[in-house]
């Protein structure tokens, strides 16, 4: 009886597994819009457009016998499948090409070729003490288990590049070996881009592998500023191997630098090969072989003249003449020295907070310091000749005998009158004078130079000697051929 009731139901479930699977089937046949949209852009409506369609996507890329996608290397070589070079099957990026060096009867040091061509010297900043340089750097080596099919046309058509050339794009590094680099003193390293990295890889017919890219570097340079502004520094550049020695690989170089490219710096710039000196690093892992270049530059110095030098020694200048001044024209002397000693002040300040640091006094500190104690000197000159002038000489006369002698007043018989007085004596209707008035007028009488017949007798001068007298006179003298020679020297 249960099993009649189980074959009675089996219809219908088995309609209602098909209802579900067709379901199923029309679900999965339905796109979301995102990947609608990715076909439609990936579709050659266009029957202009470059695209290819889907279907001719699936069936290029390759399968494996099991009918899974194969790896997207197609850099390994393929039997019975045409090509200009590829990498054998158990090629190992991890390996060193040295380790090969067999395959082309080549022993050891390995060998790198390094070429530089400078776009310029784009900046040279003292205080961070670093050199940009915006070049394209390009390093070839040779990995000798490349495959090359010599007899392929790529090789001598000019489309793909020079003759014995072919260029790859930078992607083919990912499949293949290439060398690790250090850059000595390295601050910074751009690459440059525009709308995607300018950078490009080049398979020559013998082997070799060059890589180039354009970039921006910053390195630091040991730079000194004693001499400042009238230094001349030289900076290296110099790039090798991170891992291996001078015995496992050694390098050569060269530059192209185009002069009328380089723009307007505060230096003249000459560039050089990299000196014996420098191709060869002692560091305390090994000794590792350098290649690079040398630059050097030059300060241009006639900003410097026009806007330090030459104002500062005509404010020197200026301070002599105040030797020719009167010493008893206080305020125009003093203001003179004054403002010029503040002028200088300035000067120098300005100059401190541009110069980049020293490790003593650089060349135009020193030449201002100079120029500071020389009007220094000559303020110094004149206080010595104030302090010697501050005696002063004693006055011939009183106040009231100065105002009787400017207003004489005489009397009707021709003799003159009694001195001025003061308004309390004016007022004073009483006859009788105390006892201060007596003595103001003893004190008057003992000064009184008058004398009958009109004339006046000089009191002697009291003041500084005539020895002394002649030293103030020719102070200024002595400092005016004095101070030139101390500047020149």
Not at 212 to 230: A, H, K, Q, W
Not at 369 to 394: H, N, P
């Amino acid at each position: 009886m249960g099993m009649m009731h189980f074959r009675d139901k089996l219809p219908l479930t088995w309609c209602l597994v098909m209802q579900l699977s067709c379901i199923l089937h029309q679900t999965s046949s339905v796109d979301w819009p995102e990947e609608q949209s990715r076909k439609e852009s990936l579709s050659p409506v266009d029957p202009d457009s470059k695209m290819i369609p889907e279907e001719q996507l699936r069936k290029e890329i390759p399968h494996t016998s099991d009918g899974g996608l194969a790896s997207l290397d197609t850099n390994k070589c393929k039997p019975n499948t045409p090509f200009i070079w590829c990498l054998p099957q158990d090629y190992n990026q991890e390996k060193h090409p040295f380790t090969y060096f067999h395959l082309v009867n080549k022993s050891l040091p390995w060998d790198y070729a390094f070429r530089f061509v400078i776009e310029e010297i784009s900046n040279i900043n003292d205080k961070s003490q670093t050199m940009s340089i915006s070049m394209y750097f390009a390093v070839s080596w040779l990995e000798p288990r490349l495959k090359i099919n010599e007899s392929a046309t790529e090789w001598s058509e000019a489309r793909t590049g020079p003759a014995n050339e072919v260029n790859e794009s930078p992607e083919i590094l990912k499949y293949i070996w290439y060398p690790e680099l250090e850059i000595y003193g390295l601050d910074t390293f751009g690459r440059q881009r525009v709308l995607k990295e300018m950078s490009g890889v080049r398979i020559i017919k013998n082997k070799t592998i060059t890589y180039e890219l354009g970039v921006r570097i910053t390195i630091s340079c040991r730079m000194n500023f004693d001499n400042y502004p009238l230094d001349a520094q030289t900076c290296q550049f110099q790039v090798g191997s991170y891992y291996d020695t001078h015995e496992t690989v050694t390098c050569n170089s060269h530059f192209i630098y185009d002069l009328d490219r380089q723009r307007s710096l505060q230096h003249f710039i000459q560039i050089e090969g990299l000196p014996a000196k420098y191709k060869v690093l002692k560091l305390p892992s090994g000794t590792y072989a350098a290649c690079g270049i040398q630059v050097r530059f030059q300060r241009k110095q006639m900003q410097f003249i026009v806007q330090v030098y030459l104002p500062s020694f005509m404010f020197v200048i200026v301070s002599w003449v105040s030797f020719l001044i009167n010493p008893h024209v206080v305020p125009g002397r003093m203001g003179l020295l004054v403002t010029l000693f503040l002028v200088l002040i300035n000067i120098f300040n300005s100059v401190r907070e541009q110069a980049p640091i020293s490790s003593r006094l650089n060349a135009i500190d020193l030449y201002l310091v100079v120029c500071i104690f020389l009007v220094f000197g000559a303020l110094m000159e004149y206080a010595v000749i104030l302090f010697m002038l501050k005696k002063r000489r004693k006055p011939f006369r009183t106040i009231d005998q100065g105002l009787k002698h400017l207003f004489p007043s005489k009397t009707s018989n021709g003799e003159a009158s009694q001195p001025l007085r003061s308004p309390s004596h004016r007022e004073n209707n009483n006859p009788q004078v105390n006892e201060e008035d007596a003595v103001y007028k003893a004190k008057l009488d003992l000064l009184d130079v008058g004398h009958t017949d009109g004339t006046e007798e000089k009191m002697p001068e009291v003041g500084l000697s005539f020895r002394k007298q002649a030293l103030v006179e020719n102070i200024d003298a002595w400092a005016m051929w004095i101070s030139p020679p101390i500047f020149v020297f």
